[in-house]
């Protein structure tokens, strides 16, 4: 396995693979991996000859006061994991090569990030579409997988896929669970065991809305949501940012499921906010 810290030798690297005919399969994390990211990785492996996984906190999707100091940091470990998992390559930059002290160009989408974590997060997104946009010309591969768990990022990183005509296949990942339900993220290592026991109650609470769906034939989605809310309010360090649904493709609100939607919700507990969210209704 490869590690490479530059732009330039990671572009120089990918064009030689692409002229030796490689089909490259990619993964952009944030380092401070688990078996959500590894779960990825896998994927990537069966879609391309060479794997190539960036491991880059980007500062330009954090705002003043989001947790760009503190966010879980731990390179030795996320190598081993990669080597592990039969990464080819990990690319691993520092900001200061990534973002020139001048920069001025960023790619932002103006449809789909004004709502949901784009709502709470103003630049959020600004930031994912740059630095993913950055990545896809420096790594140039073939395939790139991103995890239904981000469900917004992964809709807004299809839809720049397409209106900017980047040669680059998206692939879903499913999201990958701990026992309890909670959706895999790097920022649970945040929690305290207390916190952690209540953050479950978020798969609980979309459990009871597929089953209101499925079973009791609900189509409102303000008592489904009103149900998201109390579910999740049983814990006492709870609170929610927003619950909402819908459209699966535009992400706009919808007041009765007669279409695939998206249920999202994104809630603190404790200080740490996590997100998660369910696809239902409609065709896939």
Do not use: W
């Not at 940091?73 to 998992?85: H, K, M, N, T």
């Not at 946009?133 to 896929?161: C, H, S, T, Y």
């Amino acid at each position: 396995m490869n590690i490479l810290r530059t732009p330039a030798d990671m572009q120089q690297r990918a064009r030689e693979l692409r002229a030796a005919g490689k089909r490259i399969g990619f993964v952009a994390t944030m380092g401070y991996l688990h078996e959500g990211h590894l779960s990825l990785m896998r994927l990537a492996r069966k879609e391309s000859d060479v794997v190539v996984v960036s491991i880059f906190v980007n500062p330009a999707q954090f705002a003043p006061n989001e947790d760009l100091d503190k966010y879980p940091r731990d390179f030795a470990r996320d190598e081993a994991l990669c080597r592990q998992a039969g990464v080819d390559i990990i690319f691993y930059p520092e900001a200061r090569d990534m973002y020139a002290p001048d920069a001025s160009v960023y790619v932002a989408e103006e449809s789909l990030s004004r709502v949901l974590c784009g709502a709470s997060r103003p630049g959020h997104f600004r930031g994912v579409c740059t630095v993913v946009a950055k990545l896809f010309n420096l790594v140039l591969p073939d395939v790139a997988v991103f995890g239904e768990k981000d469900g917004q990022q992964l809709r807004i990183i299809e839809r720049m896929v397409r209106d900017l005509n980047f040669p680059v296949r998206i692939v879903r990942g499913p999201t990958v669970r701990e026992p309890d339900g909670l959706a895999m993220s790097s920022r649970n290592a945040y929690l305290s065991r207390d916190e952690r026991k209540q953050a479950g109650l978020l798969k609980r609470a979309l459990d009871k809305a597929a089953l209101m769906y499925s079973e009791l034939d609900m189509r409102d989605t303000k008592k489904i949501k009103e149900s998201i809310v109390k579910v999740v309010l049983h814990g006492p360090d709870a609170r929610v940012d927003y619950v909402e649904i819908v459209d699966d493709r535009t992400l706009e609100p919808v007041e009765t499921i007669d279409r695939r939607c998206l249920i999202a919700l994104a809630v603190y507990v404790g200080k740490t906010r996590l997100i998660d969210n369910l696809v239902i209704g409609g065709a896939r």
